[in-house]
């Protein structure tokens, strides 16, 4: 494999690197998504070239959701200004290489089982609880891609019947109940300033997701990262174990254990490689 140029582009900041096949990286920049309101594609291309080397034919990138299948076209909710926007071919056209795009949380899902905690599983659900609510699902060896290429969204499992509204037009949404930016909403105060109810809640909510997971798609671990589930810590983490196996009452996944992800800051921009990689092959 070559070295491969990983855009991890979120709501609210893209990361840039050159990632080399063993997972170091090389070097790295970031732009500000706020500041870039109208000119976001142009920054990215400027940021991609800022870090990319004179030799590297390949780009990898994890976006926010939905998008269509290979990331042709993206739409991501928290991003107002890309909506059915061309990325893969936009960064194509601008940077004169090849472009591999997927789901942010579904390159983590790759990363996790490459790098990080699920090295040796060959089925997971890799999570990410932080301003939004995500997922990458891994079944005998591969992520599961669906119909569109979205499979893994699970912070719009519902969790709560009528809900708050989510970004996505339902009610009751993992995502709008248990993400940073649903707790702000509710209480009023920014997600690392939670009480102990409020962090519960989430872990309970969370939990229930997964363990409704476990039972219809058969897998036993789940590895979650992200501000909001790491920054809470292992009350957190118990309540979303015990929320879990409270659901997941089948004998093939009542053991299902939520732990956290071993990939640290680096995993979006590893997954992102990956994608690249994946693509190539």
Known sequence: MSPCLALDVGATKVDAALVLPGGSIERRARLDVAQHEGDLIDALVALARTVRGDDTALVGVGCAGPMTRGGESVSPLNIAAWRNFPLRQSLRDALGCEVFVDGDARALALA??????????SSYLSMVVSTGVGGGIVLN???????TGNAGHVGHLNVVANGALCA??????LEAEASGRAIEERTGRPAQEADQSTRLRAGELVGRAVGTLASVLDFRHCFVAGSVALGFGDEFFAEANKSARAVAMMSYSHDVEIRRSQLGADGPLLGAALVGWRGAT
Do not use: K, Q, V
Not at 168 to 173: E, T
């Open 168 to 173: 996505c037009g339902a009610h009751g949404c």
């Open 112 to 121: 996790e089982g490459a790098f990080g905690a699920a090295r040796g599983l």
């Open 141 to 147: 060896g591969r992520l599961l891609d669906g119909e």
